[in-house]
Nanobody, 122 residues
């Protein structure tokens, strides 16, 4: 079992930055691949970024490439999502997820955080 707790969401103006954090705890938490997804009410949960357990493999959705960066600190069992040049269309609830294998499909992930709201005003 892995427990995930996100933090760092909030309200920001377009063009601004936020950094989301996801702290993992539980058995072998550092050995899990981790990912970020986002979801608007009434819409599908969309892939944002993922990182392998070692941190060597990083994957970012085309919609955020060049603006968002995913990183992992295994000593702290924490994954980060640095979001720069935010746009109103980035507004969503952002969820952290973990599983043994890195993937871009939300259905592949067994463990989820509670979500953190990101709102970008124009």
């Amino acid at each position: 079992q892995v427990q995930l707790v996100e933090s760092g969401g909030g309200l920001v103006q377009a063009g601004g930055s936020l950094r989301l954090s996801c702290a993992a705890s539980g058995r072998a938490a550092s050995r899990y691949a981790m990912a970020w997804f986002r979801q608007d009410p009434g819409k599908e949960r969309d892939f944002v970024a993922a990182i392998s357990w070692s941190g060597e493999g990083q994957y970012v959705a085309d919609s955020v490439k060049g603006r968002f960066t995913i990183s992992k600190d295994n000593a702290k069992n924490t994954v980060y999502l640095q979001m720069n040049n935010l746009k109103p269309e980035d507004t969503a609830v952002y969820y952290c997820a973990a599983d043994h294998i890195v993937a871009m499909n939300w259905g592949q992930y067994d463990y989820w955080g509670q979500g953190t709201q990101v709102t970008v005003s124009s």
